[in-house]
C-alpha cells in the first residue's frame, strides 16, 4: 500500500515562495502518475500539475504555468513542488496525489491514494 506524506507549508507574503514536499512509502513511485491538488476554501478540489512516470509528460493548470515546476525524485522515492511568484488566490490546502500507471501520462484523473495535505496560506 502506497503512502504518502505532503509537507512544506506555510504563510508567505504575496510574490514570495514555497516548496512542498511528498514522500511516498510502501511502494517505489517509479510505477505511478503523480501530482499535487489543492482545494481553497469554499472551493472544489483541483489539478494543480501531474507528471508521468518516468517525468517526461508533465500537466500545469493554466493558473499555475510559469510560476510553479513539479518534479520527482524516484530514488528517494518523492516529488516536490516549486511555487514561485505566489498569489493570495493560490492559498488553500495542498494535497499530493498518485495513481499506478507506468506509460507517459501526466492526466491528474483517477487518483487513488493521497497525503493529508499541508496548508498554504498567502497573505500580506
Known amino acids: 500500500q502506497l503512502q504518502l506524506v505532503d509537507s512544506g507549508g506555510g504563510l508567505v507574503h504575496p510574490g514570495g515562495s514555497l516548496r512542498l514536499s511528498c514522500a511516498a512509502t510502501?511502494?517505489?513511485?517509479?510505477?505511478?502518475?503523480i501530482g499535487w491538488f489543492r482545494q481553497a476554501p469554499g472551493k472544489e478540489r483541483e489539478g494543480v500539475s501531474c507528471?508521468?512516470?518516468?517525468?517526461?509528460?508533465?500537466y500545469y493548470a493554466d493558473s499555475v504555468k510559469d510560476r510553479f515546476t513539479i518534479s520527482r525524485d524516484n530514488v528517494r522515492n518523492t516529488m516536490y513542488l516549486q511555487m514561485n511568484d505566489l498569489k493570495p488566490e493560490d492559498t488553500g490546502v495542498y494535497y499530493c496525489a498518485a495513481r499506478m500507471y507506468s506509460g507517459e501520462s501526466s492526466d491528474c484523473g483517477g487518483m487513488e491514494y493521497w497525503g493529508k495535505g499541508t496548508l498554504v496560506t498567502v497573505a500580506s
Open positions: 507528471i508521468s512516470s518516468s517525468g517526461e509528460s508533465i
Open positions: 510502501g511502494f517505489p513511485l517509479d510505477f505511478f502518475v
